[in-house]
């Protein structure tokens, strides 16, 4: 494997030559054909076979002509090896290496025997790839690291274990903390039963890599064979499918002459499931590049911009991907998800577009969390119920009609719906919260008298500032003001508290009577996840 970073790096002369040609002449070619993509085109799964069958085609054609006028075996060697680049992205292997050979018999350079062997391995012709990756090193004078490891992994796919481990120790002395190189030697002194040799290498590899759960898997079946069952269950619990990378320059050039859209937007998504999020940005702007005409690559693309905060790049693709398909309902709503907290008449009005052209789940959600912010509550709980009928056991929605109930002061209408959202989520504090305000705001006599109950356990479950107005909102209720006071006047800061103090000071024992919400007008318990900072759900997670 080698890290997916699709920048334009030097490794040489005649690669990069070859390399920056073949980018150039690409770049025309992929420009012609988008420009003939239909401009209803919403999603395009890839680029069509015969679109780069004709692409390779034509590139071959300008790579012969220009050829032809260079007088220079090294610029001839360079063009040869860049369009068999160019090939080997498209996994076209055949084609591939007879590139890399005629750039061989022009200029021999350690360069070309790397590619070749690199397609060679891919081919499974283990025999000729070893003999290219020697070449390379006799060419290198023996300190190429990249040759030495993938000639190990040649050897190990072939069985030669010991052979394999002296390559890789090679690799290792000149990066002796690289996991890929360190994990492949585990593999062949496993392969050579050298269990002691393999569980050392291994462990070195897991401690640089440590999310690298393939490392983890290997580590298991060594323990297993020591009979370790115990430290074998450990490691069997931390194994996924990421294996460590290694960063390969010449190959990333190669990557970068793919012409598959697909290709780059799975890398992308692979790399920010790893975490590498400017990694996968950097894979759908490639994406969005070779396919510009496809909604979905750009607003993918502009999801990952406005995940990093980078806000103007964002709106700058989403803009760019809705004037060529206004009609798209995801980019309206993206739109509205990135405006969501500078500009909120540009975000309302993005999701109600959004919703007019499609009814989606998640920009209902977004416009009942934007209206609740207004203060709009009945209108918000249209929108609720909406989802609430769509998703009747998610609690989340019962919650937030209640809460827009309450907002709408129609606390007899919320109570049932809360404690229906407490029947889907028992241990929801919450929503417990909620709940026991509202039986104290709205609830009979005897109501009232439990919800004290209620706040008391609640505080002692979670003893803090909401939890104590609580019990402060309920002894009110039931006529205890004293004991509201002595606690109101400890969390002076908290706005329900304040709205209490406020109605207490106005209307003494008939406070609770004269309040119409639980809440008050600035308290942050408005706001819905979608607008609370650092929660909420992002676009097409």
């Given at each position: 494997m080698f890290r997916l970073i699709l920048l334009c790096t030097h490794h040489g002369q005649h690669a990069s030559l070859g390399a920056r040609l073949m980018v150039a002449l690409t770049a025309g070619l992929i420009a012609v054909h988008a420009t003939a993509l239909p401009d209803d085109t919403t999603t395009q799964a890839d680029l069509p076979a015969d679109r780069v069958t004709q692409t390779l085609r034509t590139a071959r054609e300008q790579v012969l002509a220009r050829i032809a006028r260079l007088e220079e075996p090294a610029e001839r060697a360079g063009a040869w090896g860049g369009l068999g680049m160019?090939?080997?992205?498209?996994?076209?292997?055949?084609?591939?290496?007879?590139?890399?050979?005629?750039?061989?018999?022009?200029?021999?350079?350690?360069h070309w025997h790397y590619l070749l062997a690199v397609v060679l391995t891919d081919q499974g012709h283990v025999d000729g790839?070893?003999?290219?990756?020697?070449?390379?090193?006799?060419?290198?004078?023996?300190?190429?690291?990249?040759?030495?490891?993938?000639?190990?992994?040649?050897?190990?796919?072939?069985?030669?274990?010991?052979?394999?481990?002296?390559?890789?120790?090679?690799?290792?002395?000149?990066?002796?903390?690289?996991?890929?190189?360190?994990?492949?030697?585990?593999?062949?002194?496993?392969?050579?039963?050298n269990l002691d040799a393999a569980r050392a290498v291994l462990e070195q590899a897991a401690g640089l890599a440590p999310a690298a759960g393939r490392i983890a898997y290997k580590l298991a079946l060594v323990y297993r064979q020591l009979g370790d069952i115990a430290r074998a269950e450990d490691w069997l619990e931390r194994r996924n499918d990421l294996a460590p990378a290694i960063d390969d320059p010449l190959l990333l050039e190669v990557v970068a002459l793919n012409l598959s859209p697909k290709f780059f937007m799975e890398a992308g998504t692979r790399a920010w499931q790893r975490g590498e999020h400017d990694e996968a940005v950097a894979a759908w702007r490639r994406a969005a590049q070779l396919a510009p005409g496809d909604a979905e690559v750009g607003l993918m693309l502009a999801h990952g911009l406005g995940t990093l905060g980078r806000w103007d790049e964002a709106d700058a693709e989403i803009h760019r991907v809705l004037s060529l398909h206004p009609t798209s309902a995801r980019g309206w709503y993206l739109l509205a998800w990135n405006a969501r907290d500078t500009n909120h008449d540009a975000a309302q009005e993005a999701v109600e577009r959004a919703l007019?052209?499609?009814?989606?789940?998640?920009?209902?959600?977004?416009?009942?969390?934007?209206?609740?912010?207004?203060?709009r509550f009945r209108v918000a709980a249209d929108d609720y119920q909406v989802l609430v009928d769509r998703k009747p056991e998610n609690a989340y929605y019962r919650y937030w009609l209640a809460m827009a109930y309450l907002g709408a002061t129609s606390c007899e209408a919320a109570r049932p719906v809360m404690a229906e959202a407490l029947r889907l989520q028992p241990n929801w504090g919450q929503a417990h919260i909620a709940l026991t305000r509202a039986d104290a705001l709205c609830g009979d006599r005897d109501v009232r008298q439990a919800a004290v109950g209620k706040a008391r356990r609640l505080v002692d479950l979670a003893d803090g500032g909401d939890t104590r107005v609580t019990l402060a909102f309920a002894l009110l209720a039931t006529g205890r003001i004293d004991d509201a006071r002595a606690i109101i006047a400890t969390h002076r800061g908290n706005h329900d508290a304040a709205m209490l103090d406020g109605a207490i000071t106005e209307h003494g024992h008939a406070a609770i009577d004269r309040l119409d919400r639980p809440f008050a007008e600035q308290s942050p318990w408005w706001l819905p996840a979608e607008l609370s900072p650092g929660h909420g759900q992002r676009p097409f997670d």
């Open positions: 160019l090939y080997h992205a498209q996994n076209r292997l055949g084609e591939a290496a007879e590139s890399y050979r005629r750039a061989l018999a022009e200029t021999e350079t350690i790839a070893a003999a290219g990756f020697r070449r390379a090193l006799e060419l290198a004078e023996g300190r190429h690291m990249l040759a030495s490891y993938r000639l190990g992994l040649a050897l190990l796919a072939d069985g030669q274990y010991a052979a394999a481990a002296t390559a890789l120790r090679v690799a290792l002395a000149e990066a002796p903390e690289a996991p890929a190189v360190l994990t492949a030697l585990g593999d062949a002194e496993l392969g050579a039963g007019q052209l499609a009814e989606d789940e998640a920009a209902r959600a977004l416009s009942a969390a934007l209206r609740m912010r207004q203060g």
